[in-house]
């Protein structure tokens, strides 16, 4: 696996690589409506184009070294809070799964964010996502749970979970 710094270009791609992992990830969560919402918002090239031109905000590709094929892709924020790293996005193709990319990109992120000085990773997962045992089993905890009013009349509705990094 190779993880390659996103740049301006790469927006189609992550694009695409989102599409393609929520239409798995949240068919059986969220209604079409709220995934095109959430697509057309959170994915829109101006929002992710906005996130390229912050200097703490991180787009990385996870790619298939034997292959060359993009698998997924991460995202990241330094210093979201005090001494916290967050993980705003990492999704993997639907083909992808269960094969020690999202793990490895885990690891990368634990890597950086300890570099960067954080001692700390936060993400949100939805309730009724799996995802929730895939990062338990990496060792993030539940810490809190929130419901987000993010528009048009959908919420959000998550479990707010941590990392400890270690130095």
Do not use: C
């Amino acid at each position: 696996m190779k993880l390659i710094e996103a740049n301006e270009n790469d927006i189609p791609l992550i694009q695409d690589l989102a599409r393609r992992s929520w239409e798995n990830a949240y068919a059986e969560i969220l209604s079409n409506e709220q995934m095109e919402y959430m697509l057309s918002t959170m994915y829109s090239a101006e929002e992710i184009g906005s996130h390229l031109q912050q200097p703490n905000y991180h787009y990385y590709l996870i790619q298939d070294d034997a292959h060359g094929s993009y698998e997924g892709f991460i995202g990241y924020e330094n210093s979201y809070e005090e001494n916290t790293t967050k993980l705003h996005r990492i999704y993997l193709v639907p083909e992808s799964k269960g094969k020690g990319f999202g793990k490895d990109a885990l690891l990368f992120l634990n890597e950086k964010t300890a570099k960067y000085g954080d001692k700390r990773i936060v993400l949100n997962v939805n309730k009724n996502n799996s995802a929730r045992n895939f990062y338990e089993s990496q060792g993030y905890k539940v810490y809190d749970e929130g419901v987000f009013d993010i528009g048009n009349g959908f919420f959000m509705d998550d479990f707010l979970m941590e990392y400890i990094v270690e130095n």
